[in-house]
């Protein structure tokens, strides 16, 4: 994707007739998305946090910045988006990882977004693609029923979101704290977590999820394998939300159900024998 000219059509796109239409609720998100250029002209998106309650965040939070397109595409690129694929990504944001999934001509693109102000350009953006869908709502509503998604299986996961406060108690886990604001001594349970558990049930066998990670997330899931290598990352000294050289990219494959299987007999054995062993279970 082109730099700044890209997002230009994009804006210039919303007074077109849309080919496809935003599903959920349209009244979910009601904190404001704001598009505008930093200091250096590059574009950034911006949470306006005024009215909002987030400790951890000061008022027009910078939720992306332009260096992260270079990771978005790295992240895409060990995605290995096919034509075949049915892909599910979770925030549009600025769209630089969605154009780069678009490059693959995966089959489908669900896109779950919750912004009013993103979906202004998201909408008209996705009905300029094939295969593209925008759903209106959290990802934890979405993923939770099991209507809006039309029981696709998805085998290619892209999830990057970001905790926004929610206007009527929506999307609980939303409102925890970002990865890149864990530290050793905030040992929260990571989004994360909960985003591979609730996304689970709609994925394919052997199906991929990676997505934005700023440092290693331990992902204690039940039935999938992680893999997480570094990226080199260009962050210009206005960045006020990452200090590091390096961004994660994380694999997370969902292994075939007969190996969970398998593993789950394995361990109910192993259990027994123990018990056996310390003489609790009959023979
Ligand atoms: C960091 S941006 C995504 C950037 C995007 N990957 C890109 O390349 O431009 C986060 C996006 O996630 C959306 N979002 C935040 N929380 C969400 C949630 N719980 N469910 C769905 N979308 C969410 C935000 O509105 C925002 O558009």
């Not at 970002?178 to 394919?204: G, I, K, N, Q, Y």
């Not at 199906?207 to 440092?215: L, N, V």
Request: charged share 20%.
């Amino acid at each position: 994707m082109a730099d700044g000219e890209q997002h230009g059509k994009l804006a210039d796109a919303d007074g077109e007739p849309t080919k496809c239409h935003v599903e959920g609720n349209p009244a979910q998100c009601s904190s404001r998305l704001v598009y505008s250029t930093d200091d250096k002209g590059k574009e950034i998106l911006v949470l306006d946090t005024a009215n909002g309650s987030m400790p951890y965040m000061g008022s027009n939070t910078v939720v992306m910045m332009e260096w992260e397109k270079e990771y978005m595409q790295a992240l895409v690129q060990a995605l290995r988006v096919e034509t075949s694929s049915n892909v599910l990504e979770i925030g549009w944001g600025c769209g630089y990882s969605a154009n780069a999934i678009q490059a693959h001509k995966p089959q489908q693109h669900v896109i779950i977004e919750c912004s009013d102000d993103v979906l202004q350009r998201a909408v008209p953006w996705a009905a300029r693609q094939s295969g593209a869908r925008m759903v209106q709502g959290f990802w934890q509503d979405v993923l939770a029923s099991q209507d809006k998604l039309s029981n696709v299986k998805f085998d290619r996961v892209f999830f990057d979101d970001f905790p926004l406060p929610a206007a009527d108690g929506a999307a609980s886990s939303a409102a925890a704290a970002p990865d890149s604001a864990l530290t050793e001594s905030t040992p929260a349970r990571s989004r994360w977590c909960d985003f591979v558990e609730a996304c689970l049930p709609h994925m394919a066998e052997g199906g991929i999820i990676t997505g934005y990670m700023a440092r290693p997330v331990d992902l204690e899931v039940a039935g999938v394998d992680v893999q997480i290598s570094t990226c080199a990352v260009h962050v210009p000294d206005n960045c006020p939300y990452f200090p590091y050289d390096q961004a994660c990219v994380a694999l997370i494959t969902v292994r075939p159900a007969a190996q969970v299987h398998a593993v789950a007999r394995k361990k109910r054995k192993l259990h027994n024998l123990v018990q056996q062993s310390l003489g609790l279970l009959d023979e």
